[in-house]
């Protein structure tokens, strides 16, 4: 294996187990002094792969936001494309939600990260773009009138709200168990659009805006400073 590959292999190392030790702590931090010794490296190593603490977060972040569009890219029926989705949010909620509340300190204190929360942007705008395909071309199916909009911002509340629940202990001792709760909210999710039929085929008008609308977004976020 060569250095640059070998380079690249720690490094996935590294973050998979800084990854798992934010997930056991419980607060959302971790000391570069401990991820060292868990994975029986000099801390000096770890500066020579991130800079600071705070950017060894976001690139954790990144990586989250590399998997998750990976996963939507697979190429099958719409109506696959949105249950994903859905589990994306639901299948780990304690993970999707550390990592949310890790993003937003980042985006509200940390200085001197604008080429990674413009990597982390542009992953994520590409995925955006990506979810309004499936979701506008499950509405054409479904012969639903519901905008891509909307039905983009009900998958999301629901992912959100279904992530808080499943992440709740009291939930958890005391109402039901995770994956029945994970398969009522996908039901859901693919039975709404067939509340809103269309009498005719719709044009999807909604889909185009929110693209351009993220388009101009990435420019505005290009002139940002984190």
Not at 51 to 62: N, Q, T, V
Not at 90 to 113: C, D, H, Y
Not at 191 to 215: F, G, N, R, T, W
Request: proline share 2%.
């Amino acid at each position: 294996m060569s250095r640059q590959h070998q380079f690249k292999a720690r490094e996935e190392n590294i973050l998979a187990m800084a990854e798992q030790l934010l997930l056991e702590s419980g607060d959302g931090d971790i000391t570069l002094d401990s991820l060292a010794d868990q994975l029986d490296l000099a801390k000096g190593t770890l500066y020579k792969h991130f800079s600071s603490k705070d950017e060894l977060y976001l690139r954790i972040i990144i990586r989250y936001e590399e998997q998750l569009f990976e996963i939507n890219r697979i190429d099958d029926c719409p109506s696959a494309g949105v249950a994903r989705m859905i589990f994306q949010q639901l299948f780990n909620p304690q993970k999707a939600m550390l990592l949310n509340q890790i993003e937003e300190r980042l985006a509200a204190s940390v200085t001197g990260l604008n080429r990674l929360f413009g990597e982390l942007y542009d992953i994520r705008r590409q995925r955006m773009k990506r979810l309004i395909v499936i979701i506008s071309a499950y509405l054409k199916d479904e012969r639903s009138s519901l905008s891509t909009r909307d039905y983009l911002s009900s998958i999301w509340a629901m992912g959100q709200g279904g992530a808080g629940l499943l992440n709740s202990s009291f939930y958890q001792r005391y109402l039901g168990r995770r994956d029945t709760l994970r398969y009522a909210f996908v039901q859901q999710m693919l039975e709404l659009p067939s509340h809103y039929p269309a009498d005719d085929e719709v044009m999807d008008e909604d889909m185009q805006e929110l693209v351009e609308q993220i388009e101009t977004e990435s420019e505005e976020h290009r002139n940002t400073n984190y």
